[in-house]
């Protein structure tokens, strides 16, 4: 059973960076044709896709967001990041991290506000 795990903080001032983890659990992060990713729901929106990790370290991100948005991982550690430059309010919603869009984490609320 593959098990993902979104953490960071909850609030985050307008202009500064956003960054989270997602611990993976059950399965390696290299595992061949994984694709990892970061997905958002601001509220009373649908779900918007960020980007992707995959298993070979390769990164692909949504062309809106690709300026301010990148994706690393730990494999030590069996993690994966998201980093989200100069935050605005627009900027809050649930962030989920998936495995495949097969697996999710539960999601963690980003507040952004002064």
């Known amino acids: 059973q593959v098990q993902l795990q979104e953490s960071g903080p909850g609030l985050v001032k307008p202009s500064q960076t956003l960054s989270l983890t997602c611990t993976v659990s059950?399965?390696?992060?290299?595992?061949?044709?994984?694709?990892y990713t970061w997905i958002r729901q601001p509220p009373g929106k649908g779900l918007e896709w960020m980007g992707v990790?995959?298993?070979?370290?390769?990164?692909y991100y949504n062309p809106s967001l690709k300026s301010r948005t990148s994706i690393s991982r730990d494999t030590s550690k069996n993690q994966f990041s998201l980093q989200l430059t100069s935050v605005a309010p627009d900027d809050t919603a649930v962030y989920y991290c998936t495995s495949g869009a097969r697996y999710w984490g539960q999601g963690t609320q980003v507040t952004v506000s002064s």
């Open positions: 990790i995959r298993f070979d370290g390769s990164t």
């Open positions: 059950g399965d390696s992060i290299t595992t061949a044709y994984t694709g």
